[in-house]
Nanobody, 116 residues
Framework: QVQLVESGGGLAQPGGSLRLSCAAA?????????MSWYRQVPGKQRELLAT???????NYEDSVKGRFTISRDNAKNTVYLQMNSLKPEDTGVYYC?????????WGQGTQVTVSS
């Protein structure tokens, strides 16, 4: 079992920035995990926003491309999501996700609200 703990959510103004962190209690296996960030808003399915592979390749959903950046620090067992140029439609609960050889794990989520 892998525990994922997100932090860094909160309230931001439109055009502002937030940085989310997700720390994994995974010993020295974190480097083998494909890590992703998802967002969920009420009444909608959880949406994949960004993924970073074990080799550091990044992929983004079109609505966040150019504004969000996913990164990882394997020494700290942590994945980040830098969110810039935030929009009200970025509001939602953000979840960290780990895929280790098709064993899937979720964090508890962190709320992001973008509002003036």
């Amino acid at each position: 079992q892998v525990q994922l703990v997100e932090s860094g959510g909160g309230l931001a103004q439109p055009g502002g920035s937030l940085r989310l962190s997700c720390a994994a209690a995974s010993g020295n296996m974190f480097r083998l995990y494909v890590m992703s960030w998802y967002r969920q808003v009420p009444g909608k399915q959880r949406e994949l926003l960004a993924t970073i592979t074990t080799s550091g390749e990044e992929n983004y959903e079109d609505s966040v491309k150019g504004r969000f950046t996913i990164s990882r620090d394997n020494a700290k067992n942590t994945v980040y999501l830098q969110m810039n140029s935030l929009k009200p439609e970025d509001t939602g609960v953000y979840y960290c996700h780990a895929d280790f050889l098709r064993n899937l794990y979720w964090g508890q989520g962190t709320q992001v609200t973008v509002s003036s």
